[in-house]
């Protein structure tokens, strides 16, 4: 009798341990390319198959054509205050994540399309390892060679981003598209100061005294659609926001981001670049807007003066 009750205790424990274990391997699975990538994150892992099957997924081409004026849309807030926090190499892609402990206020994303509260945790950054590629997100086709997203989940609903993730109005991402010049921006220099300190896998360095604030470009132009996490496991949970106006970063910056690997230190040297999820189709979906194409003054003037496109040319503030 003894015996059985502890056998039957030992079993569950191996199975629990057996699910952590598997569930942690495919996290160190995927890759953003071959039989590991994208095409494969939702049929190798039951647990990912929205990453296949889903239809409201990201990222998407944004298509200036279809873009749909919303006078509904407020202005978006990102909080001034400055946070403390850690630059890791995550193996997929380069990720501030806020200490909220050591930081002095929490940092909320409202306004915009927003009916809550979302609490930024953390910074993720995607890059190619050509200027003409490395956003997940274009426009009209067109890619950056870098894209720069702020997370937050919704802390009026939940009580951290891993239960937020999977559930409604889940999280809120901003989305900043790079563009390379001569004088990059001041704060993104600072996220990046130590980022020698992180070329391998799970590296990480502290970073100081952070504005997220100051990463946004100067506008309160943007688009938003309602998709998904663009990495496994795809969760339909995200209102993106893109920000109409590039973040500009220097030469030098780009450079150092394409310097970072994907593996272990001891392991064959893989760069990090290209951590991208190719655009899906938009389905339907309804890219809402809060630029007014009408022209006042000029009647019903719908020309679709979109910043982005001009921003192409250059729209340097
Ligand atoms: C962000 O919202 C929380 C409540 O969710 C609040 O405690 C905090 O003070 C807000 N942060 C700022 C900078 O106002
Ligand atoms: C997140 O919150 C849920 C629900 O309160 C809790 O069960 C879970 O342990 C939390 N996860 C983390 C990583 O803190």
Known sequence: MHYCRSAVVGLQYIFLVHNAMASSSWWGWWTYEGISGPDYWGLAYREWYICSKGKHQSPINIEPKTLLFDPNLKHIHIDKHRVHGYLTNTGHDVTFYVDQSSSPKIINITGGPFSYTYRVTEI????????????????????????????GYNSDLYSNMSEAETSPAGLAIV??????????????????????????????VKVS???????????????TYDGSLTWPGCYETVTWVIMNKPMYMTRDQISSLRDVKSNLKEKAKVPMVDNVR?????????????????????????????KFKANIVDNKP
């Not at 899906?280 to 979109?306: D, W, Y």
């Open 175 to 204: 989305s900043l598209l790079a563009k390379v010049d001569r004088t990059g921006n001041k704060e993104f220099e600072k996220l990046l100061k130590d980022i020698r300190g992180i070329t391998y896998k799970g590296d990480k």
């Open 209 to 223: 005294h952070l504005s997220i604030h100051e990463l946004l470009p100067p506008t309160q132009s943007f688009m």
């Open 278 to 306: 190719p655009t899906v189709s938009q389905n339907h979906r309804v890219v809402r807007t809060n630029i007014n194409f009408a022209q006042p003054g000029k009647g019903c003037n719908m020309e679709r003066n979109l």
């Open 124 to 151: 993720h950054l995607h890059f190619g390892s050509i200027d003409n590629w490395g956003s997940e997100h274009s426009v009209d086709g067109y890619k950056y060679p870098a894209e720069i997203q702020i997370l």
